[in-house]
Every structure is written in C-alpha cells, then in structure tokens.
C-alpha cells in the first residue's frame, strides 16, 4: 500500500512563504515523478510543478519565479517552497506521484495521490 502524506499548509499574509512536503512511504520499487496540483474553490484541478526523477522541473506560467520544486529521492519526498505567495494561490494543494511497483517479475506503474493540504493567501 503506497501512501503520500502532505504536510505544511497554512494561513499566509500576501507576498509571504510556505513550504509545502509531501512523503511518500510504503512498498514499491521506484519514483518515476512527483508533481504538485492545486484545485482553487470552483475551479479544477491544475498543475502547478512536476518533477521527473530523470528530468528536470516544469512549473506552471502562474508560479514561475515564485514557486520552486525539489526533491529528497533518499526519502522519497517533494517539496513546494513558494513565495511572493498571492491570494490568488489560495488553494488546495495535492502531491501527486507515478510510482513504480514490481510484484512476481510484473512491472506496475501507478498514479498516487495526498490527501491535499489547504493554502489560505489573505490580500
């Protein structure tokens, strides 16, 4: 059973910082990608920045210069440190991540999701 479990959300002042973790734990065999979503009240979900494990980061044209990616692979994490945070950054934001699995010589890749973690920006 994999799981991805979000942490770091939270009420901000416009022009201020969060940083944003996502761990992913349990049984497989390798990260192909972890990316972060958000879904703002009313509107669906949308990328905001994706990082293949043999790649290099892509943001979305709304965070670029604001937000940055990175991961810890020795601790299968993500993280989403954004700043010059905006109210229009009010969201929920999700870790997503494809996720290798290998059971009985079968290779699987599956798509996972967190739990989503609130980012209030007040004006």
């Known amino acids: 059973q994999v799981q991805l479990v979000e942490s770091g959300g939270g009420l901000v002042q416009a022009g201020g910082s969060l940083r944003l973790s996502c761990a992913a734990s349990?049984?497989?065999?390798?990260?192909?990608?972890m990316a972060w979503y958000r879904r703002a009240p009313g509107k669906q979900r949308d990328l905001v920045a994706r990082?293949?494990?043999?790649?290099?980061?892509t943001y979305a044209d709304s965070v670029k210069g604001r937000f940055t990616i990175s991961r810890d692979n020795a601790k299968n994490t993500v993280y989403l440190q954004m700043n010059s945070l905006k109210p229009e950054d009010t969201a929920v934001y999700y870790c997503?991540?494809?996720?290798?699995?290998?059971?009985?010589?079968?290779?699987?890749?599956?798509?996972?999701w967190g739990q989503g973690t609130q980012v209030t920006v007040s004006s």
């Open positions: 997503g991540a494809s996720i290798r699995t290998v059971v009985g010589g079968h290779e699987s890749i599956n798509d996972y």
């Open positions: 349990g049984s497989f065999n390798g990260i192909n990608l």
């Open positions: 990082f293949p494990t043999r790649g290099t980061p």
